[in-house]
């Protein structure tokens, strides 16, 4: 046999047995069997036959998926290999880089704060950095830029100042196509900066279009300057103020921004190459322990992002403590910015640091209407079903578009609440 085949065999038993059980889960969510909440446990052998072609046609190196629904988890399974040089199988309560998936953790401490009455979403950004008042929007120049070369442009003073709603809605301009990007280039994070540092330079950027005039993702400047405006507006650190209100109330213990470096269960990070391998990436240099990135910075679990979700799925709150009121969970998943806007899919609007399903056909999803979530770009991604009380989340460390909408197919066609095979209608 050869040194590999014990690692094979250890793979395939896993699977097997993640077919067979619930696995523990942190914090206190319970589990249960996918049929006591009206799922089907062999209707779930797809997810796992899904995620093993994923894995063959090296989509990525592994995953861990996660279903629950009404607040028991009834899937946790991990899939395929954590490192790919060592054949170290993933472990189901592995730590990934989830990237965008921190924006909706900011959202939810921007609200919180809303609630507190020391931030609204029509205040300017300036209020709480008054570097940034007076910022100017790019207009472009046609015809003046070369092939390959940054755009060329001219500006104008901004019509308003951006807000906090246009800057959690991806509305705001800032640094969010390609003249602003080119500009931001310039003055981006440096070493040692911490958001106190790097923020204010943003003056120095150009909006890339009237703030509110259409959606463009602001990939992290957005979310940094929201998280800096957590910390002028708390007076706590980013990471103390996500730690304390949001991670331990909910036993996230495995969340943070600090770099787990050395921790065995610190997922390996790839890139899927031109011919259809994956090879090593680099780290990100913000992800560093010093730069608090709002974009971006967040380390987690899939066990630990459910008890995030599943506060948002109930209203607001989780084991008993309270962190925002059912009317603020509501606004936070309605289209402020609606799928008409420019820049906008059909059928998917979006919320308050979230995407919404407004339209389920538009979208060509199996998401009810009003479903909402985000996605990582290393691959994580998530979705919260509120008709259907149900929780997906897929944890990746190479992005795949299509494993991501395959998932969400698989596990929502587990629901099996009709009456049996055979049934005479009006029996049940």
């Known amino acids: 046999m050869s040194k590999r085949a014990p690692i094979v065999v250890m793979v395939a038993i896993a699977a097997v047995l993640a077919l067979t059980q619930v696995w523990p889960v942190a914090g206190q969510a319970t589990t249960s069997r996918p049929e006591d909440v009206g799922l089907s446990s062999e209707r779930f052998q797809r997810v796992s036959e899904l995620m093993k072609r994923h894995v063959d046609a090296k989509s990525f190196s592994g995953a861990v998926t996660l279903v629950a629904r009404r607040g028991k988890v009834v899937h946790l399974q991990p899939h395929g290999l954590k490192d790919l040089e060592s054949q ?3 472990p189901a309560d592995g730590i990934f880089r989830i990237m965008s998936m921190t924006k909706p953790v900011v959202g939810v401490a921007i609200l919180m704060l809303m609630e507190e009455g020391k931030v609204r979403l029509t205040d300017p950004a300036s209020k709480f950095v008054p570097e940034l008042k007076g910022m100017k929007v790019a207009v472009p120049q046609p015809g003046a830029t070369a092939p390959g070369s940054d755009p060329k442009y001219y500006t104008v003073p901004a019509d308003h100042e951006i807000t906090v709603r246009e800057l959690l809605t991806h509305t705001s301009g800032l640094v969010s196509g390609p003249m602003s990007n080119a500009a931001n280039r310039a003055i981006d994070k440096k070493g040692n900066d911490t958001l106190a540092d790097y923020i204010p330079r943003l003056i120095q950027t150009p909006l890339e279009f009237q703030p509110g005039t259409r959606w463009a993702y602001s990939g992290q400047a957005g979310f940094d300057l929201l998280l800096r405006i957590v910390e002028v507006a708390s007076g706590q650190t980013a ?28 997922v390996s990070l790839y890139q899927r190459t031109p011919e259809g391998t994956l090879r090593p990436q680099p780290e990100a240099t913000f992800q560093n322990g010093i730069y608090f990135s709002g974009g971006g910075g967040l380390y987690s679990t899939a066990q630990d992002y459910f008890q995030f979700a599943q506060m948002l799925l109930a209203g607001g709150q989780l084991h008993g403590k309270r962190l925002l009121s059912d009317r603020t969970v509501a606004l936070m998943r309605s289209a402020f910015a609606p799928d008409t806007l420019p820049g906008r899919l059909a059928g998917e609007g979006y919320g308050l640091s979230v995407r919404v399903v407004t339209s389920a056909v538009a979208r060509n999803t199996f998401l009810s209407d009003g479903s909402f979530g985000w996605s990582g770009a290393y691959g994580t991604h998530f979705w919260i079903d509120p008709k259907e009380e149900i929780i997906g989340i897929l944890m990746t460390q190479t992005p795949s578009r299509e494993a991501q909408a395959d998932f969400e197919t698989a596990a929502m066609q587990t629901i099996a609440t009709g009456a049996p095979s055979g049934a005479v209608s009006g029996t049940r």
Not at 255 to 260: H, I, K, R, S, V
């Open 88 to 90: 170290k199988a993933m």
């Open 239 to 266: 990471d103390r103020f996500l730690k304390t209100r949001i991670f331990d109330p909910l036993g996230m213990k495995d969340t943070g921004f600090q770099p787990p470096t050395g921790n065995p269960r610190l």
